[in-house]
């Protein structure tokens, strides 16, 4: 049997858009300190595109899949534990905690 992945460029997507969303939050801070500072613009690093290896995505599609695969596991057997058919936000809210100490 298979198991399903999440596609490498989604998971590119949205690390790109994570990238952007700090390097717009990082040079707006810089450009409020360059007003109140006296040293001006200019002094701050020059930035540059942020990238991944193949490898590194491969490998964080890879976690990112199996983190997921385990809260379900997890909540799936909290469910059940408490007779319900159906895995509920309250249950996952209760493996949560856990699940993330243990990644």
Do not use: Y
């Amino acid at each position: 049997m298979e198991e399903a992945g999440f596609e490498c460029a989604l998971i590119h997507a949205i690390l790109k858009r994570l990238w952007t969303a700090r390097t717009l939050e990082r040079e707006r801070i810089e450009a409020i300190e360059a007003l109140d500072s006296e040293a001006g613009a200019g002094t701050s690093k020059k930035s540059r595109p942020t990238s991944v290896n193949g490898n590194a995505l491969k490998l964080s599609c890879e976690l990112i899949r199996v983190f997921v695969t385990e809260a379900v596991q997890r909540a799936a057997a909290v469910a059940e534990a408490e007779g319900s058919t159906q895995i509920e936000p309250t249950h996952l809210e209760f493996i949560l905690p856990q699940l993330l100490l243990d990644f």
